[in-house]
Every structure is written in C-alpha cells, then in structure tokens.
C-alpha cells in the first residue's frame, strides 16, 4: 500500500533558526513528489513538484530536495509569516490525478 | 486569472440528510479531483474526473458520489450523511502537465449534527 510519512508533527523555532521536514514514502511507483503549504480554514497552497532522485527545487527562504525513498524541504532563515502546515504528496499512477498525502508537519516560526 | 471556486463555503447539516457541494475549476482545466480532509485522517482522495468521465475512486462508500459537466464544473453529493462526514472538502484541478500541481480551492466546511 502507498504511504507517505511526514516528520516531525510539529516544529517549533524561532525567527531565522533555519532546519528541515522531512517526508518519507514507500510507493509502488512514484511519478512525483509535491510540497503544498497550508493555512488555517484555506485550501493548500502549490509549493513544488520533484519528479527524480537528486533534483532539487527552490523558492525564496525554501528548497525541496528528493532522494529515491524521501524529500526534505528545507526552510532558511525562517520568518514568522512561513508559518503553515507543510504537506507533502506523491502521485502514483502516471495520468491518473491522485495524490497521496502525508499528515502534515505544523511549523510555528516565533518572531 | 481566477482560482478553484468552491460553493458554499460552510454548511450544516442533520444526520440523514444529503448534501451537494460545487467546484468550478481554472479556466482549461479538464481534471477535477475531490479531497476530505479531517483531523484524525488527514487529506484523502475520493475521485477524480476527467472529461465528464469518473477516472478514479478512493476509498469511501458509495454515499460519497460526483459528476462532472462539459464545462468541467463538477459537483460532488453525500447521500444518508453521518457524524463522521464532517471534514473540509476540497476540490483540485489540474491541466494536463501535472509539473505546476494541482491547484485547491478554499473548499468547503461541512458540519453534521
């Protein structure tokens, strides 16, 4: 069965205080990879898609990397406004317009 | 350009009844896909249609039902509702290159009591 796994639950740092999320997965066949972020009462919001082992994406203070069992998305310089729950999701079936996601890492960045 | 629309925002409903919830997609998006989103469970897939066409299902009962129309507005019905129905309902679409993801709408809150 697909499964994607987000670490940790919940992450708490301070304004600047870089670190990382991670999302690990175990797929019959991964087609891409996706990172959203997620605000309160609204719908998620499109981060990346990686699609092979090495490639690696960036956006402002994020970067989201992918390796052939799990993804990082790392935060740089965190600002209070980065605040979010990051999720991740994998799409398995080539065409077929199903994402898998994992629980979700709530982030807190406090000023 | 405008985003997923979805209609009502918030609902309340009894137990027993139905429930039909709207999404209109991006203009030139042909695939809508359907979410729940609950606390406990987190985001799961309940179908997807392309072309007016259901082309995959999740797994949920066949109280949970949808349709899509020619101008890939879709619409999703729970018949028979339950406790456990009350979760954000999310609708996604998508173009044919799946590279700039697949884009939701702010969905829709549904309580059942």
């Known amino acids: 069965e697909d499964q994607v796994t987000q670490s940790p639950e919940a992450l708490r740092l301070q304004e600047g205080e870089s670190s990382s999320l991670n999302c690990s997965y175990t797929?019959?066949?991964?087609?891409?990879l996706f990172w959203y972020r997620q605000d309160p009462g609204k719908g998620p919001e499109f981060l990346f898609t990686?699609?092979?082992a090495g490639e690696e994406k960036e956006k402002e203070r994020l970067k989201a990397t992918l390796t052939k069992k799990e993804s990082f998305l790392h935060i740089t310089a965190p600002k209070p406004e980065d605040s979010a729950t990051y999720l991740c999701?994998?799409?398995?079936?080539?065409?077929?317009?199903?994402?898998?996601f994992g629980q979700g890492t709530r982030l807190t960045i406090n000023p | 350009k405008a985003g997923v629309t979805q209609t009502p925002r918030y609902l309340i409903k009894t137990r027993g009844q139905q429930v039909t919830l709207s999404c209109s997609p991006i203009?030139?998006?042909?695939?809508v896909s359907w979410y729940q989103q609950t606390p406990g469970q987190g985001l799961q897939f309940l179908f997807e249609?392309?072309?007016?066409?259901?082309?995959n299902k999740g797994n949920f009962p066949g109280r949970f039902s949808g349709r899509q129309f020619s101008n890939s507005r879709s619409e999703m019905n729970v018949s028979t509702l339950e406790l456990g129905d009350s979760a954000l309902y999310l609708c996604?679409?998508?173009?044919?290159?799946?590279?700039?993801?697949?884009?939701f709408g702010s969905g829709t809150r549904l309580t059942v009591v």
């Open positions: 996604a679409s998508s173009s044919r290159d799946s590279r700039f993801g697949y884009t």
């Open positions: 797929v019959s066949g991964l087609r891409g």
């Open positions: 990686l699609y092979s």
């Open positions: 999701a994998v799409q398995v079936s080539q065409g077929a317009q199903k994402l898998v």
């Open positions: 203009s030139g998006h042909r695939s």
């Open positions: 249609y392309f072309s007016e066409t259901q082309r």
